[in-house]
């Protein structure tokens, strides 16, 4: 499977996947000498999505295809050179836009593997290089990877609440667009849905695709009846009947009859899909109908405005569902629709080889960013259970001492631990990637990995930072407060 679609689709260069202020900084830093000061960018997200413990990071694939492909062509910059400033004159000069098209991609990128649980704060992906180059790449990493993440998070509750059962990704029609349908496709299919109904992203990410068919389909018909008995003609092998065009009961009634006729060809009644009305009194009701006629392994699939809540909801009264195919509530993010990830400068060089660490600072303590270059360790304990994610300087190789401070300042003891592992792995160095991005079902098996590990962890999931980045985080506000004072 590939890792992504943008540039098997696109098949374009992607340097004007960017913000015009991107453009204006990146001139500013030319004029002024700037461009290839060595800096450091951290790209991590604020609050968990949906109130949910953690989030399943996602996107990394498309990164690592943006950045393989970052190039400005002539027709870009030709675009660019036709852009004016308040005074009708070129926006900007000559000498920048032929520099712009010689540019070559010359970072250093760490991230988190794709597909694993992350919280809120700790760095995803760390860029670094030229201060032009690395600030440029902003919102086209913040576009990837906030989307991916928002989705494939919900894909993973939605998947939690169904309990084991089938859940189908359904959502092209309601979807942001093409690539936010690809895109949603995608991660939905890492956060642990077993298929789509997106012929598109079945065939670029080899997603099985699963489908059934309209209330046109019936509606094209004289009566429900010869509409499945025709569908049974066309595709005995793919049988799954949409029963609720005019009375569910009597289309269930009518499922079953055509099912008989599919049993004497060698076939059977694969499903019923129920999309509307009391989805748990009539799945009940289907499946004693289903059983009384002898058609004990027929599916009901339920569609309807599914989200986590309903369908836990509806497994509460005691539906009789074996597969939810999740559209609108998914693909959209539903109760959310963005992911709140920042991308923001963490240190810079400037005549030395010393970094400068530089901090955003805020009066609201979730908006204050950290200083430094980041690493983030995970431990574990004697069983293998996760028991705590410590951010800390990587120069300094290990977290100091055992205590971890959260960003109000309010700080525990880590638990022993029995081992660790350093998440931020390096994947692109000076430009050049590494490894291939891991195949798409590998990190979907990750990504189902990490849902286990945490949903048995019992114990309180301890995040933060090491003491010693905590206090130079508050020497560094400090500082900065009295110099503007």
């Known amino acids: 499977m590939r890792s992504s679609h943008l540039s098997s689709i696109y098949r374009e260069k992607f340097g004007l996947l960017a913000d015009l202020y991107h453009l204006t900084m990146a001139y500013g830093f030319w004029k002024n000498g700037m461009a290839d000061q060595p800096a450091v960018f951290q790209l991590y997200y604020r609050r968990n999505p949906f109130a949910n413990p953690y989030a399943i990071c996602a996107g990394l694939g498309l990164v690592v295809d943006y950045l393989q492909h970052f190039r400005f062509t002539v027709d870009d910059i030709h675009y660019l050179g036709s852009l004016k400033g308040a005074d009708g004159q070129a926006l900007f000069e000559i000498g920048f836009l032929n520099y712009l098209q010689r540019l070559e991609f010359k970072c250093d990128v760490d991230a988190i593997p794709e597909g694993t649980a992350v919280f809120a704060n700790q760095p995803l992906i760390r860029v670094t290089g ?150 748990a009194k009539f799945s009940i009701i289907a499946r004693q109908m289903l059983d009384e006629a002898g058609h004990h392994d027929t599916q009901i699939v339920a569609s309807d405005s599914l989200d986590e809540t309903r369908i836990q909801a509806l497994k509460e009264k005691g539906a009789c569902i074996n597969v939810w195919g999740v559209g609108t509530e998914l693909v959209t993010g539903g109760t959310q ?117 945490f949903q048995l962890e019992s114990l309180p999931y301890l995040t933060g930072m090491d003491r010693a980045l905590y206090d130079l985080k508050m020497r560094f506000f400090h500082r900065e407060t009295l110099l503007t004072q």
Not at 212 to 233: I, L, N, R
Not at 409 to 434: C, H, N, V, W
């Open 130 to 279: 030229p201060l032009l180059q690395a600030q440029i790449i902003e919102s086209a990493l913040l576009t990837m990877v906030n989307f991916s993440t928002l989705i494939a998070t919900k894909a993973s509750r939605v998947v939690q609440a169904a309990e084991g059962e089938q859940v189908l990704e359904f959502g092209l029609r309601r979807a942001q667009g093409i690539d936010g349908a690809l895109t949603a496709a995608r991660s939905a299919y890492i956060g642990g849905c077993v298929a789509t109904s997106n012929l598109l992203a079945g065939r670029y990410y080899g997603i099985p695709v699963r489908g059934t068919h309209a209330h046109s389909w019936v509606m094209a018909f004289d009566d429900e009846k010869k509409a499945f008995s025709a569908y049974a003609h066309a595709q005995p092998n793919n049988c799954i009947f949409l029963v609720d065009t005019y009375d569910t009961i009597e289309g269930i009634r009518q499922a079953i009859e055509v099912g008989y006729d599919l049993k004497k060809t060698g076939h059977r009644l694969l499903g019923i899909r129920l999309d509307s009305g009391d989805l």
């Open 337 to 453: 629709a963005a992911m709140g990830g920042v991308y923001k400068l963490t240190a810079i060089q400037d005549d030395g080889p010393n970094w400068e660490y530089r901090i955003k600072k805020s009066e609201d303590p979730i908006k204050m960013s950290t200083p430094g270059i980041h690493q983030v360790r995970r431990y574990y304990d004697q069983q293998g259970r996760v028991v705590g994610d410590v951010l800390f300087q990587a120069a300094d190789e290990q977290p100091h001492g055992d205590e971890v401070v959260d960003i109000k300042g309010q700080s525990t003891s880590m638990p022993a631990a029995a081992r660790y592992e350093d998440l931020l792995q390096a994947i692109f160095r000076e430009g050049k990637l590494l490894n291939p991005a891991p195949d798409l079902s590998e990190v979907r098996q990750h990504a189902l990995n990490q849902q286990a590990l």
